[in-house]
């Protein structure tokens, strides 16, 4: 798929099932204390902040490729996160 038709495919079929959520200083702190406590690191960081923002959000299903560790990270989510 050459980028514009990723493009494409992003617009029409991701982005307008989003919801931008902007994260506050406390979820920053909560992010990074759920981290320490998972021995999560490095660019987990940003696994552990889109894991805060579902928490924030209600979220009602979490979407990754990376289940695993996703499961391990938030064990609170565990039954919400499966692969696409």
Do not use: C, W
């Not at 320490?36 to 690191?41: D, E, F, I, L, Y």
């Amino acid at each position: 798929m050459i980028p514009d038709e990723a493009t494409e495919v992003i617009d029409a079929n991701v982005i307008r099932r989003l919801k931008v959520v902007e994260l506050g200083l406390s979820d920053y702190q909560q992010a990074i204390r759920n981290s320490q406590t998972v021995g999560a690191r490095g660019g987990a960081i940003f696994d552990m902040l889109h894991l805060q923002a579902a928490r924030r959000m209600g979220a009602k299903r979490i979407l990754t490729k990376n289940v695993r560790h996703f499961q391990i990270f938030a064990p609170d989510l565990k039954s919400l996160i499966s692969a696409p």
